[in-house]
């Protein structure tokens, strides 16, 4: 009975070691804006998330615009992307990395087994008998988790597990959106290419015209001049832009892993005019969109990680209380006497007192806390560049839909310019100079329509990406429930 009074005495560090525990750091705020400075052009606001609490407007985004081809992709290259595939592979890591913090919690049972032949007696040499001693036991192992650090680590694991699974989604994503860039891309090369061929066939014939009237004596030898110059100009431009779109082809080769024949077979087939991007809801609050974005969740959990991480940092530095037990079942053999023996124990009950280590302990708790300090400026830094991301999406939106309508009647009034000034110089009436410079702004309009189309289908992407592309904070990763990332829910 005396030594149960020591119990109190024993555990008395442990009491005030509790009471000096510091907690970790609370979470972190930011200041977003209570709505978006851009305006939305041709976007539908909502209150509530951006999707209304469903998938079926950016996770089925793909499928709206009209284009089989654009979806296959999309899914050739997430299926190969390296990105995707190390993504998965942070997943399972931390995944076992969260079993593992977690079994720490979990008393350690071990079996051992042993033989051993000799003498086991004082008795002089040549009578000493010779036996055989075999032993069967467990021991366990626990450590109380006094202080929480050990829960603290757990809860990092988790929380690190559910942020490698936002990352996976986040990379299929990018996929996504960089395969539908360079889609878009090839198809606005493709009509630009379809403008510089027919502007080189239109020079070419000028340039015909003219040296036909040089050779008659009717215009002077410089107007044909003029004419081969501007006919080898276009003809240049039309093979630079031919380069280009196989530069582009090579690339998307290289994103879906399709085979490059098959891949020009496909484009051959899918329709000539990229059909028109569909509307993507947006929330009128920042708050409540950003949340649909899996990589400011990740950071926002690296926070909470690193968060957990400064309270076990700062639990290794106070007492620690073990407690062990064994079973163990013993014989002994000696001739034809067996002596059987079971042995079990429990304790020690042990309480460990950290009293010096050089400040090791002190110094991986600053070294927590500095890590924590940096995840919460990263994940700062993180929701402001999130919603830069898509305030610059909606100005380009609004900059393309309100130079739009101006690029398309610059287009039509320079095509109209160009056929009557090469009616007149067919007729005699105008110099192949004036010819050429009504056709250069020709050309020039032409070109700006389609890049404009194209920074348009561009700005799209860009809100895609910069929405979450889908993503929310209910669908795992690989191994859970269905994904959706960027087209269809699929499993990897």
């Known amino acids: 009975m005396k030594k149960l009074r020591f119990i109190p005495l ?18 972190v705020s930011t200041n977003l804006p209570t709505q978006w400075m851009a305006p939305l052009p041709g976007i539908q606001p909502v209150a509530g998330l951006p999707h209304q609490g469903t998938l079926t407007d950016l996770s089925r985004w793909w499928e709206q615009q009209g284009d089989p081809l654009l979806v296959e992709l999309i899914n050739a290259a997430q299926a190969v992307s390296p990105s995707v595939a190390s993504a998965r592979s942070r997943i399972e890591q931390s995944r076992a990395s969260r079993v593992a913090a977690g079994a720490a919690l979990l008393p350690s049972l071990d079996a051992s087994a042993s033989v051993s032949r000799g003498r086991s007696q004082p008795v002089t040499a040549a009578r000493a008998p010779v036996g055989t001693s075999s032993q069967l036991g467990l021991q366990t192992a626990w450590e109380l988790d006094v202080f929480g650090g050990r829960r603290d680590s757990r809860d990092a694991a ?31 090369c493709g009509q630009l290419l379809r403008v510089a061929r027919s502007d080189a066939a239109s020079r070419a014939e000028t340039g015909r015209l003219a040296q036909l009237s040089a050779d008659a004596g009717f215009t002077a030898p410089a107007t044909a001049a003029l004419g081969r ?7 240049s431009r039309a093979t630079q832009q031919a380069a280009l779109c196989e530069l582009d082809i090579k690339a998307l080769v290289a994103l879906s892993s399709m085979p490059e024949p098959e891949l020009r077979q496909k484009l051959a087939s899918a329709p000539t005019r990229p059909a028109q991007t569909a509307t993507v809801l947006i929330a009128n609050v920042p708050a409540q969109a950003l949340a649909q974005r899996p990589d400011v969740f990740s950071a926002e959990r690296e926070v909470a990680a690193a968060s957990a991480d400064v309270g076990s940092a700062q639990a290794a530095r106070y007492p620690r209380l073990t407690l062990n037990g064994s079973v163990a079942a013993n014989t002994f053999r000696s001739g034809s006497v067996s002596t059987d023996f079971n042995t079990w124990s429990i304790g020690p009950l042990a309480l460990s007192l950290p009293l010096f280590d050089g400040g090791r302990r002190a110094a991986d708790a600053e070294a927590a806390q500095a890590r924590y300090d940096e995840a919460a400026a990263v ?11 898509v305030e610059e999406a909606l100005v380009t939106l609004q900059s393309t839909a309100a130079r739009g309508e101006d690029a398309r009647i610059a287009a039509e009034g320079y095509r109209a310019a160009f056929a009557g000034t090469e009616a007149l110089y067919k007729n005699g009436l105008a110099s192949l100079v004036d010819l050429e410079d009504s056709r250069r702004t020709q050309l020039a309009a032409e070109t700006a329509l389609l890049s404009l189309q194209r920074e348009r289908s561009s700005a799209w992407v860009a809100l895609y990406r910069a929405m979450g592309g889908g993503w929310t904070r209910e669908l795992e990763g690989p191994g859970g429930p269905a994904v959706v990332t960027g087209s269809t829910p699929r499993q990897p």
């Open 229 to 235: 110059a501007s006919a080898a100009d276009a003809n």
């Open 10 to 27: 024993a555990l008395a560090p442990l009491l005030l070691s509790a009471c000096a525990l510091q907690s970790p750091p609370s979470a």
């Open 158 to 188: 988790q929380l690190r597990y559910e942020g490698a699974q936002a990352q996976w989604h986040d990379a299929r994503v990018l996929v996504a959106a960089e395969t539908a860039n360079q889609y878009y891309g090839l198809r606005t």
């Open 379 to 389: 994940y700062r830094g993180r929701v402001r560049q999130a919603v830069r991301e």
